[in-house]
């Protein structure tokens, strides 16, 4: 089976514009969670997408918004970009089977720099 | 929100060597993984372990849910074991994982 994938893998952008990430998560899985790492503040939490809906989201500006197909692939974008949105960005999938079984398997990430 | 701390920030080990890395967690998880973070970025899955004992080859974990806390055992360590391991929990039912700051291993040869 395979894992979770996103794209691009890298990625260069300057200050004030936009940027779309993609995740495709495992075959089955319909969680979908996005994470941003950055040396400061580590890996936080943006938002998580589970049958097209959005059902958790972390603190991050309203810069900062994703959306899911029918088919579990998620997008996310950031808009006006800022220097400090320079970051690795994870996404996550899961089977979301109940609460008490949710394992959560993550893609390679994208390396966004922004100029 | 749940406080998530790992100890020890950084580790220095020799080959051949066994470590311990522990995750306490402030409050009741629904699921606790820990993840090993290669060095092109991804987590890499390596225990899903809410509560209980499980090992995987060199590897073992335990997490003492009601004492809120989890280790990480990795005995006979091998240069390949470097990187950052992550503690992560999940609050509530959902799937939104807080994460620790990690432990930085090195292995030398």
């Known amino acids: 089976k395979a894992g979770v994938t996103q794209t691009p893998r890298y990625l260069i952008k300057t200050r004030g514009q936009q940027v779309t990430l993609s995740c495709s998560p495992i075959s089955g899985h319909r969680s979908v969670s996005w994470y941003q790492q950055t040396p400061g503040q580590g890996l936080q939490f943006l938002f998580e997408?589970?049958?097209?809906?959005?059902?958790n989201k972390g603190n991050f500006p309203g810069r900062f918004s994703g959306r899911q197909f029918s088919n579990s692939r998620s997008e996310m974008n950031v808009s006006t970009l800022e220097l400090g949105d320079s970051a690795l960005y994870l996404c996550?999938?899961?089977?979301?089977?109940?609460?008490?079984?949710?394992?959560?398997?993550f893609g390679p990430g994208t390396r966004l720099t922004v100029l | 929100g749940i406080q998530v701390e790992q100890s020890p920030p950084d580790l220095i080990l020799q080959e051949g060597a066994n470590s311990t890395l522990r995750c306490n967690f402030s409050?009741?998880?629904?699921?606790l993984q820990w993840f090993h973070q290669n060095p092109w970025g991804q987590l890499i899955n390596l225990f899903y372990?809410?509560?209980g004992t499980k090992q995987n080859g060199r590897l073992s974990a335990t997490t003492v849910a009601t004492e809120r806390y989890s280790l990480l055992y990795i005995s006979s360590s091998q240069t390949t074991d470097s990187g950052v391991y992550f503690c992560?929990?999940?609050?509530?039912?959902?799937?939104?994982?807080?994460f620790g700051e990690g432990t930085q291993l090195t292995v030398n040869p």
């Open positions: 996550a999938s899961s089977f979301l089977a109940g609460v008490t079984y949710n394992e959560q398997f």
């Open positions: 992560a929990v999940e609050e509530t039912s959902g799937s939104r994982l807080t």
């Open positions: 997408y589970f049958s097209e809906t959005q059902r």
């Open positions: 372990i809410p509560s």
């Open positions: 409050d009741s998880v629904n699921n």
